[in-house]
């Protein structure tokens, strides 16, 4: 079954990074959802850019406000930036969870946020896919939580890909959609890797992408790109 991430939540039709976005992409039933994770001045807040300009009503840099200046913010629709724990709270176990940090420190405490969410049961362990373009922090993780999933994120296909991604201990590579192609995609595939490809939207790009026999795709509009999964 090939899996859909909904990329920044159902992204396409809500404000990106979202609750609204989120719980759209839990009612159309997604396999996981992909959300971007920053440092803010004393939590982790959802939210792609460094700067608030883009997304939000107010300014400055993320990691100098605090949760609660974040969460005043119109982020669209009138919502707040959601913090991590919003987000754990909102999916609960009912999809599995890619982040992606973009920037985030303090990766201890990181460590520690997830590790309470586990053992409180709020999320499981298998649901968690833990992505980001900074390979060092990658592998700095998985030594400290041997059991999650490591989600090996890329523009382009790296040389020696193989050994880049055995060497992260890799589960999946996150990978651009412009940049794969079909002997990669069964070539990575064969060596028990998972290939999913953002971000995907048009149709004819999923079902070029289908044909690849990439295992899932990133997608901001994933009831769109459901449908079109189904149909294929
Ligand atoms: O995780 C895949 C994709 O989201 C990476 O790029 O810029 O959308 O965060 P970006
Ligand atoms: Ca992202």
Not at 21 to 40: M, N
Not at 146 to 151: A, C, T
Not at 199 to 224: A, R, W
Request: aromatic content about 10%; charged content about 20%.
């Amino acid at each position: 079954m090939i899996q859909v991430f909904a990329h920044r939540g159902a992204s396409g039709m809500y404000p990106e990074n979202s609750l609204s976005a989120i719980s759209a992409a839990l009612e159309v039933g997604v396999h996981g959802i992909e959300l971007d994770v920053q440092s803010c001045r004393d939590d982790y807040a959802i939210i792609h850019d460094t700067w608030l300009d883009r997304t939000t009503n107010g300014k400055g840099m993320v990691k100098n406000a605090s949760r609660v200046e974040l969460n005043k913010l119109d982020a669209g629709n009138g919502e707040g930036i959601p913090t991590l724990q919003d987000v754990f709270n909102l999916v609960g176990k009912q999809a599995d969870i890619n982040l992606e940090l973009k920037h985030t420190y303090s990766l201890d405490k990181f460590v520690n946020y997830i590790e309470k969410n586990v053992q409180e049961g709020i999320i499981e362990r298998s649901q968690l896919i833990l992505s980001s373009f900074d390979h060092h922090q990658l592998a700095w993780l998985k030594q400290k939580l041997p059991w999650v999933k490591i989600g090996a994120l890329t523009a382009s296909i790296p040389l020696h890909y193989a050994e880049f991604a055995q060497r992260l201990h890799a589960y999946s590579i996150h990978i651009d959609k412009n940049f794969i192609n079909h002997e990669f995609v069964q070539d990575a595939k064969q060596r028990g890797l998972k290939i999913y490809t953002y971000t995907v939207d048009k149709q004819q790009d999923i079902e070029q992408v289908l044909e690849m026999g990439v295992n899932g795709i990133f997608s901001n509009y994933p009831c769109h790109a459901k449908m079109v999964i189904n149909k294929w």
